[in-house]
């Protein structure tokens, strides 16, 4: 027997996708508002012409305003949103993809939005609110939450505000970092996560690569010492996936260290790991941070990453994930996931 949705589906094909295109539309205002149809149009990667008509109609029936300062979403729009949201994930596929990627990667959750991270800014704005959704469900007073770096886990540090539901915190950097792109560092985002939620954070401004003698010498200074214990008492854990050639590039690792990572087979990084495709862990950087085996430890571990670049990377980390990890990714990065597996 067809559910009411497969038979509206066989009778109405394009309702679905305009549907969800008008969903993403509403989505991507309720989080950006104030925004133009200019600025909207190219966070979506669709014509301004087509943003135009569907807006005009979505603020026909009263879901957003208009204004000089740009769109806005209404109270009905977010009812609508809210009310919607079971029905667009059913339709496109998601929540079935959601549940299948959840029982052969082994682990507690997989939270996937629509499109493509690798091709649409937005998806990242997306995949940080959904980020910042699961720490207030699972974050409690006098929690330690450690943060990597990395332009996901920054969109969420950008997403979180001031909530009863995130008070008594302490965010710190999971891992140093000093040198280039420090919008993108631990450090700043442990700052931008305390700062937005009005909570305290703890940073680490250490160099990545160290020798063995540097290591051990860092370990005894009182500040390094701070965090360390503070390592021990995390609650929650926030981290990117990387590709290996993306890490190895943003760390500005030398030829030769870059072709031995190629000859080892790496393909994924996370805490300063790098992984083959079998999950086996190929090099380490020598740093002080978060070790991997205390991050299986933490009760709640949100992994973000998307992108179908990083699927195989993304794969490469989940073989030795913990059970207790949420994972937050996008539509086109899961679908490849499962080609993968399915392979």
Same mark, same amino acid.
């Given at each position: 027997?067809?559910? +009411?949705?497969?038979?509206?589906?066989?009778?109405?094909?394009?309702? =679905?996708?305009?549907?969800?295109?008008?969903?993403?539309? *509403?989505?991507?205002?309720?989080?950006?508002?104030?925004?133009?149809?200019?600025?909207?149009?190219?966070?979506?990667?669709?014509?301004?012409?087509?943003?135009? #008509?569907?807006?005009?109609? *979505?603020?026909?029936?009263?879901?957003?305003?208009?204004?000089?300062?740009?769109?806005? !979403?209404?109270?009905?729009?977010?009812?609508?949103?809210?009310?919607?949201?079971?029905?667009?994930?059913?339709?496109?596929?998601?929540?079935?993809?959601?549940?299948?990627?959840? #029982? +052969?990667?082994?682990? @507690?959750?997989?939270?996937?939005?629509?499109?493509?991270?690798? *091709?649409?800014?937005?998806?990242?704005?997306?995949?940080?609110?959904?980020?910042?959704?699961?720490?207030?469900?699972?974050?409690?007073?006098?929690?330690?939450?450690?943060?990597?770096?990395?332009?996901?886990?920054?969109?969420?540090?950008?997403?979180?505000?001031?909530?009863?539901?995130?008070?008594?915190?302490?965010?710190?950097?999971?891992?140093?970092?000093?040198?280039?792109?420090?919008?993108?560092?631990?450090?700043?985002?442990?700052?931008?996560?305390?700062?937005?939620?009005?909570?305290?954070?703890?940073?680490?401004?250490?160099?990545?690569?160290?020798?063995?003698?540097?290591?051990?010498?860092?370990?005894?200074?009182?500040?390094?010492?701070?965090?360390?214990?503070?390592?021990? #008492?995390?609650? !929650?854990?926030?981290?990117?996936?990387?590709?290996?050639?993306?890490?190895?590039?943003?760390? @500005?690792?030398?030829?030769?260290?870059?072709?031995?990572?190629? @000859?080892?087979?790496?393909?994924?990084? =996370?805490?300063?790991?790098?992984?083959?495709?079998?999950?086996?862990?190929?090099?380490?950087?020598?740093?002080?941070?978060?070790?991997?085996?205390?991050?299986?430890?933490?009760?709640?571990?949100?992994?973000?990453?998307?992108?179908?670049?990083?699927?195989?990377?993304?794969?490469?980390?989940?073989?030795?994930?913990?059970?207790?990890? !949420?994972?937050?990714?996008?539509?086109?990065?899961?679908?490849?996931?499962? @080609?993968?597996?399915?392979?």
């Amino acid at each position: 027997m067809l559910s +009411l949705t497969e038979a509206q589906l066989k009778m109405l094909p394009e309702m =679905a996708e305009s549907l969800q295109i008008r969903y993403r539309i *509403l989505q991507m205002v309720q989080m950006l508002g104030p925004i133009g149809r200019r600025s909207l149009a190219e966070s979506l990667s669709l014509p301004e012409r087509e943003v135009r #008509k569907e807006t005009d109609l *979505l603020r026909e029936q009263t879901l957003m305003d208009v204004s000089r300062s740009g769109m806005t !979403i209404t109270e009905l729009g977010v009812q609508v949103l809210e009310k919607l949201k079971p029905l667009v994930y059913e339709w496109s596929g998601i929540s079935d993809l959601e549940t299948q990627l959840q #029982k +052969l990667l082994g682990i @507690k959750k997989v939270i996937i939005v629509d499109g493509n991270l690798d *091709l649409e800014p937005s998806v990242k704005t997306l995949m940080g609110v959904e980020a910042v959704t699961q720490l207030e469900q699972y974050a409690k007073p006098q929690d330690i939450v450690a943060v990597t770096g990395g332009s996901t886990v920054a969109a969420a540090s950008n997403a979180v505000q001031k909530s009863n539901r995130l008070k008594d915190l302490t965010f710190i950097a999971a891992r140093g970092g000093m040198g280039v792109e420090v919008q993108m560092q631990a450090n700043t985002i442990a700052s931008n996560f305390a700062t937005n939620s009005g909570n305290d954070y703890r940073t680490l401004y250490l160099p990545e690569h160290l020798s063995e003698a540097a290591y051990n010498a860092m370990k005894e200074e009182p500040m390094v010492q701070e965090m360390l214990g503070l390592y021990e #008492k995390t609650s !929650i854990v926030i981290h990117g996936i990387g590709s290996a050639d993306e890490m190895s590039g943003r760390r @500005k690792s030398s030829e030769a260290e870059r072709q031995a990572l190629q @000859k080892s087979g790496a393909v994924g990084e =996370a805490f300063g790991y790098y992984f083959d495709e079998k999950g086996k862990a190929v090099q380490r950087i020598r740093t002080v941070g978060l070790q991997l085996e205390q991050v299986k430890s933490c009760p709640t571990i949100l992994a973000i990453a998307g992108g179908t670049k990083k699927a195989k990377a993304i794969l490469s980390y989940f073989k030795n994930a913990a059970q207790q990890t !949420i994972f937050i990714t996008d539509m086109a990065a899961a679908q490849q996931m499962f @080609k993968i597996i399915q392979k």
